[in-house]
């Protein structure tokens, strides 16, 4: 018999699961169950209708969350002349062309967002099987291939989470800190959900949220009941 951890125990008091939780007292019941000595991120996970491996179910985009994930994302921007200054005075971490090619070119990421500008991508996208398997090459569908690199840059490191199916069918992101209050997160769990809501292939048929779940870095997953998502953003 495995034996359970007394902080798992602890957290699991209470807790049906079997049962759908509204919103609110799911988020709540996270935050009050983030008993880590760090501030612990709060997760979202999210099971679709989809299959991945047809190219007509492919779901991907970016969540602009109203609220600050609390998460400190390092930006790097492909840019040359007055966008590299640009980009610099709007707080990108890094800055560069054949300079920063040659980094990435040799294993070195130190980032986590990668923005470019439409001249840069024949460059950048030689870095395709380096950027690529990381999701970091840059897209002009989720607003990283731009010629506006400061408002990219604003929305990376403010409230812009990106997000991408998995071959399972499931999409999951870090949408707040337990330290946020739980309004703040429930609105970002509403942004997130509609904005992979409005990614729905057309390829998808039938039922394509089936099962959202929020938890937190140390936590256990508490499911929620996808009907409360959509009314609590009315």
Do not use: W
Request: glycine share 10%.
């Amino acid at each position: 018999m495995v034996k359970i951890a007394k902080r798992i125990h602890k957290i699991r008091e209470g807790v049906d699961f079997n049962k759908l939780y509204a919103l609110t007292d799911a988020i709540s019941m996270v935050k009050e169950r983030a008993v880590a000595k760090f501030d612990e991120t709060i997760e979202i996970s999210m099971n679709l209708g989809v299959d991945p491996r047809h190219a007509d179910q492919m779901v991907r985009g970016v969540a602009h969350l109203p609220n600050e994930t609390g998460r400190n994302v390092r930006v790097a921007v492909f840019a040359r002349g007055v966008k590299a200054e640009e980009a610099k005075a709007a707080g990108a971490d890094i800055v560069g062309a054949e300079d920063l090619f040659e980094i990435v070119n040799s294993g070195t990421i130190n980032f986590d967002r990668c923005i470019a500008t439409p001249d840069m991508m024949p460059l950048v996208g030689r870095l395709g099987k380096i950027l690529g398997p990381r999701s970091l090459m840059p897209n002009p569908k989720v607003g990283t291939v731009t010629i506006d690199v400061a408002n990219a840059i604003k929305a990376s490191k403010g409230g812009a989470v990106e997000f991408r199916v998995e071959k399972s069918g499931i999409v999951h992101a870090g949408i707040g800190k337990a330290s946020l209050g739980i309004e703040k997160i429930v609105e970002n769990v509403i942004a997130f959900v509609g904005a992979v809501a409005k990614a729905k292939p057309q390829g998808a048929k039938g039922e394509y949220i089936k099962r959202i779940a929020v938890s937190s870095t140390m936590g256990i997953g508490i499911k929620v009941d996808p009907a409360t998502v959509r009314s609590e953003s009315i």
